[in-house]
């Protein structure tokens, strides 16, 4: 059981690169959700899938699209990368959205930076 | 004000002591809180559930005070594997729907 894993772990880019970053959990969930973390800023959401077949903006969607592919993977994916994308990327995983129970778990991050 | 507010900290204790955090939030309809800890350059895990009625969970108790709005953390006969940042979480649930974290408050315990 690995729970929320994610790939890559690092990745560096150059402005205007695209990249899509990886994630599957295999705690059966029906929502994940696509999380970055800076520096004084704490953790914003980014795009989140209460379920299979739906995806919703979180704070701070711009810049990146998400794709839930099935239960157990949701990607996310920077079309045109920028420097103000450099981060720490998390994705994380719950029973379900509508009170988040149980809590969420998250992978172990990707640190990406552009260039 | 912000939304979920902590003392950053650093907090210092020596093994064994008693330390307790506050978070304060400004929604009163928000519905769901919990505690999270971050070791340095790992992801948040799960620490707790706050509930109404508050819970303990071995030597951490967690406190909802509704009135005043604020989550409470005590940890009591701290370790040296306490050491970590903890993350105040508040869930606001239905149509706008918003799940805010706070900024984390940091613990070391020395030995």
């Known amino acids: 059981n690995a729970g929320v894993t994610q790939t890559p772990k690092f990745q560096v880019l150059k402005t205007g690169q695209s990249m899509t970053l990886q994630c599957a959990q295999d705690?059966?969930?029906?929502?994940m959700y696509w999380y970055r973390q800076d520096p004084g800023m704490g953790l914003r959401l980014i795009y989140y899938s209460a379920s299979e077949g739906t995806t919703d903006k979180g704070e701070v969607p711009n810049g990146y699209n998400v794709s839930r592919l099935n239960k157990r993977e949701f990607s996310l994916r920077l079309e045109s990368a920028a420097p103000s994308q450099t981060s720490v990327y998390f994705c994380a995983s719950s029973e379900a959205d509508t009170t988040l129970a149980g809590g969420q778990f998250f992978g172990p991050g990707t640190r990406l930076t552009v260039l | 004000r912000k939304e979920v507010e902590q003392d950053p900290g650093p907090f210092n204790v020596p093994e064994g002591a008693t330390v307790a955090f506050n978070c304060t939030y400004s929604n009163s309809a928000s519905q769901s809180f919990f505690w999270y800890r971050q070791d340095c350059r790992k992801e948040p895990k799960l620490l707790m559930s706050v509930y109404s009625s508050g819970n303990e969970d071995g030597r951490f108790t967690a406190q909802l005070n509704r009135a005043s709005q604020y989550i409470s953390l005590l940890i009591r006969d701290s370790k040296l594997s306490d050491s970590a940042t903890y993350l105040c979480?508040?869930?606001?649930?239905?149509?706008?729907?918003?799940?805010?974290w706070g900024l984390g408050t940091s613990l070391a315990v020395n030995p």
């Open positions: 979480v508040v869930f606001n649930a239905g149509n706008n729907r918003k799940l805010i």
């Open positions: 705690m059966n969930h029906n929502s």
